[in-house]
């Protein structure tokens, strides 16, 4: 009995290997956690432009910052996207424990999801992905609707301003609002 038991626990973590290795090849990114001291730069970004009402993630991945996010922005609800099954069900587990009535998860492909009430949009992914999204924001924000992009700026777009994150890498933290002006 142990010897079938370390067998599926072994195919399990190498299906849970390879649908992670397959998104990310589909997706351009893998899931990467926003470490501490940007997602305190997004939340410092969102309080400073007096955010309320709907938050929307793209690219979620294991919910690090959803969670974060829900806990500084109680008077927002979080919607986080996220397509890749695997750190999307963790995401999930994490929320069965802690309970956070601000967050809304569900699995999609965020260039499927309408983004029009979304008050705020914060994402922290791969240039080409910034590169696609612009033609989408541009569609589908409302003016005064505020953009957080973490590490990668969305490109041809000039930000109201630039926080570095005092992360190891400095990471910049781009913040655009609706309608944005071109660089």
Known sequence: MGTWLG???VVGVAACVVSIVWHSLKNGISPTPTARRPSQAIIQA???K??????????????????????????????????????????????????RANVRQTKA?????????????V???APKLMADLRKKFETELTPGTVVVS????????????????????NSPIY?????????
């Open 150 to 169: 973490s590490t990668f700026a969305v490109p041809r777009w000039k930000p109201v301003e630039v926080i570095e994150s005092e992360d190891m890498y």
């Open 50 to 99: 007096r955010v309320k009402g709907n938050v929307y993630e793209l690219g979620s991945g294991f919910g690090t910052l959803t969670f974060t996010l829900a806990d500084y922005l109680p008077d927002c609800t979080v919607h986080a996207y996220e397509s890749s099954p695997v750190p999307y069900w963790i995401s999930r587990f994490f929320q069965r424990f802690l309970r």
């Open 7 to 9: 067998v599926l626990v």
């Open 123 to 125: 994402c922290y992914l």
């Open 46 to 48: 969102l309080r400073k």
């Open 175 to 183: 913040v655009y609002v609706m309608p944005v002006e071109y660089a």
């Open 109 to 121: 492909d965020f260039f499927k999801v309408s983004l029009f009430h979304a008050e705020a949009i």
